[in-house]
């Protein structure tokens, strides 16, 4: 997961860049970096750490990430408290015959996150932030089962073409 080293090393100095006008900290920049892999990880499970090898990148994620938290600072999107634990009771992964399990959770933290519980909570919040924004973006949006069908073949579809070239005489 080395690639914040590749910010740190940046030309920047004592920035790792410039998100609307301001200036992000090498800190701020790793906690973004955290957030998109803690997501990734309740996305992906164990096969985790081969998609983020394979299938991204992890800078532009964290990057975009940030943008988009500071989407959710500009449209006041407030997560609180209790949609927290909400969301984390909620979570199959820390749910033991059907309840949530502080014992799962725990653990769960504590050996493959290796987050204190405090940390780990501040990402699910901007996650919900984030769920939020992309529930105002998309909501209203609606597609029917033949639009999808008509962009697949537009975008899957091959022409043959066959021709006859007659040369001048």
Do not use: C
Not at 29 to 44: C, D, H, P, T, Y
Not at 106 to 116: E, H, I, R, V, W
């Amino acid at each position: 997961w080395g690639s914040a080293s590749v910010v740190k090393q940046s030309k920047m100095g004592n920035y790792a860049g410039i998100l609307f006008g301001k200036k992000i900290s090498h800190d701020d920049f790793r906690e973004a970096m955290l957030g998109w892999k803690i997501q990734v990880k309740l996305q992906f499970g164990e096969a985790a750490d081969q998609v983020l090898q394979s299938y991204f990148n992890a800078v532009d994620a964290a990057w975009s990430r940030m943008i988009l938290l500071h989407e959710a600072r500009a449209r006041k999107i407030h997560v609180s408290d209790s949609e927290v634990i909400d969301m984390i009771t909620q979570m199959p992964t820390f749910q033991r015959d059907g309840r949530f399990n502080e014992q799962t959770y725990q653990a769960f933290l504590q050996y493959y996150l290796k987050l204190p519980a405090r940390r780990f909570e501040e990402v699910m919040r901007q996650n919900i932030a984030l769920g939020e924004i992309f529930k105002q973006v998309t909501n209203g949006i609606t597609v029917t089962d033949s639009e999808i069908k008509d962009e697949y073949v537009k975008q899957n579809e091959q022409t043959r073409l066959k021709y006859v070239f007659f040369g001048a005489e």
